[in-house]
């Protein structure tokens, strides 16, 4: 199946600073990319969708100001997480919808390993 | 998208068949099953779908009943590493960019 890259795997940062995540789609194009986020023993939630060359869609709740997400390309999207605190402290994960006709015959999404996050 | 209600938890042990129900009763004509699993600290990773007739893959196989108001997920012989977390969503399949929603899933324990 297609890949999913993140990078990095795992950030401990001081509250206040910014910290991006990036997101990428290895062998496919990606038309949209999304947003999880994940705290412990609890689902996926997801934060935002975004589309190469437009703005981001955000889930309500979601401050589209502190996380700021760019998809520069159809293979790349990132995730800023600015001026952090530790209640921002989560599991990022980004998942990548093919092209139509791209990978598989069902637009499957497929998911990036994550993202651990930890604000100090 | 139709909502879905899986048990919380199951066991299952090692070199027996996992069937992991779901029901999605407000299902719709054009709506799919998917299933995806989540093993601990990874992302979620896809295994199967389907709409109305049963299918199998190198992972699993789905059974869907006939009114579409509820699937078996199979795990044929469950191994030590199919220990995750399963989640069943429904959601129409097509070009748009609709993204999946997750419930609250099955964790799955296999024992050995």
């Known amino acids: 199946g297609a890949v999913v890259s993140q990078h990095p795997s795992w950030v401990i940062c001081k509250s206040g600073t910014s910290v991006k995540i990036e997101c990428r789609s290895l062998d496919f194009q990606a038309t949209t990319m999304f947003w999880y986020r994940q705290f412990p023993k609890q689902s996926l939630m997801l934060m935002a969708t975004?589309?190469?060359?437009?703005?981001?869609?955000?889930e309500q709740g979601v401050e589209k100001d502190k996380f700021l997400i760019n998809h520069a390309s159809l293979t790349l999207s990132t995730l800023t997480v600015t001026s952090a605190h530790p209640e921002d402290s989560s599991f990022y994960i980004c998942?990548?919808?093919?092209?139509?006709?791209?990978?598989?015959?069902?637009?499957?999404?497929?998911f990036g390993p994550g993202t651990r996050l930890t604000v100090l | 998208d139709a909502k879905t209600t899986q048990p919380p938890s199951m066991d299952c042990a090692e070199g027996r068949a996992a069937n992991l129900p779901c029901n999605h009763s407000t299902i719709s004509g054009n709506e799919y099953v998917y299933w995806y699993r989540q093993i601990h600290s990874q992302g979620p990773q896809y295994i199967i779908h389907g709409l109305k007739n049963n299918e199998t893959n190198e992972m699993a196989s789905l059974i869907i009943t006939e009114d579409r108001k509820s699937s078996t997920l199979i795990l044929p012989h469950a191994t030590l590493r199919d220990t995750a977390v399963y989640y069943c969503i429904v959601r129409v399949f097509s070009g748009s960019a609709r993204q999946l929603t997750f419930g609250s899933g099955t964790q799955l324990t296999v024992l050995p």
């Open positions: 975004s589309s190469e060359g437009s703005k981001a869609t955000y």
């Open positions: 998942s990548a919808r093919s092209l139509a006709g791209g990978q598989g015959s069902y637009n499957e999404q497929f």
